[in-house]
């Protein structure tokens, strides 16, 4: 599988290791990305959805379902 948000479409990052000598080897940032159930209430659900950090924190404090609204009507998902 694919290190990308279900939610959020955040993906790796391209940059440089750089050393003491200022020679540059390429290296990825990749997104804290968890493994996570969510139960729907109004589907009477779970889904599973593999989420960074701060969509886990964004669902807490608004509820799934307003997230996954918001993503949808933004185009994410």
Excluded: H
Aim: proline share 3%; aromatic share 10%; with cysteine.
């Amino acid at each position: 599988m694919s290190r990308i948000c279900d939610l959020t479409g955040k993906a790796a990052l391209n940059g440089y290791n750089v050393s003491n000598s200022n020679v540059k080897t390429k290296r990825k940032f990749y997104p804290n990305l968890q493994t996570k159930k969510f139960f729907i209430p109004e589907e009477n659900r779970w889904i599973t959805l593999k989420v960074s950090t701060s969509a886990i924190k964004t669902i807490n404090k608004n509820g799934i379902t307003a997230v996954i609204n918001k993503f949808i009507k933004k185009g994410y998902v």
